[in-house]
């Protein structure tokens, strides 16, 4: 699909990958404006249900944007969430969905920068992808019944 233009969810935690979304903006760092931010207290209150409704609603990707390693603000939340992503990851796969859809990423506040290339990335790679299995299943059946 030469015009497909991909929905992608990043769920990101308020004190780090939120804040660095804010500091893309102060920069005037541009990205793609398909990314949808949903802003969480922690990366680890996204529970495996989100990531999977968030397909099941129209994403062609997701990701889980939480703070570095060993600096979470809830201990080891982002450890949790990344788990829960891996997780996640083996049951698209199991269901014929590309895990590649479906990523983990860990920045601090200051990395402005990082968030613009890291939401850059996703998108480029989803459009390589192309649309979700979901949405395609959506549309053939909305054609059918049509």
Do not use: W
Not at 57 to 66: E, F, L
Not at 98 to 115: T, Y
């Amino acid at each position: 699909m030469e015009n497909f233009e991909p929905v992608i969810v990043a769920f990101c935690c308020h004190y780090c990958a939120y804040t660095a979304a804010d500091m893309a903006g102060t920069q005037r760092l541009t990205y793609p404006s398909n990314v949808k931010i949903i802003r969480v207290p922690c990366s680890c209150k996204v529970d495996a249900l989100h990531l999977v409704k968030a397909f099941e609603k129209g994403a062609d990707g997701v990701y889980v944007a939480g703070c570095l390693k060993g600096d979470c603000h809830f201990n080891n939340g982002n450890d949790r969430a990344a788990s829960r992503v891996a997780y996640v990851k083996k049951y698209l796969e199991e269901l014929g969905i590309e895990s590649e859809r479906l990523a983990m990423f860990r920045m601090s506040a200051g990395m402005g920068f990082q968030f613009a290339q890291t939401a850059k990335d996703m998108t480029e790679k989803i459009r390589e992808l192309g649309p979700s299995p979901i949405n395609v299943a959506k549309a053939q059946l909305k054609g059918e019944a049509a």
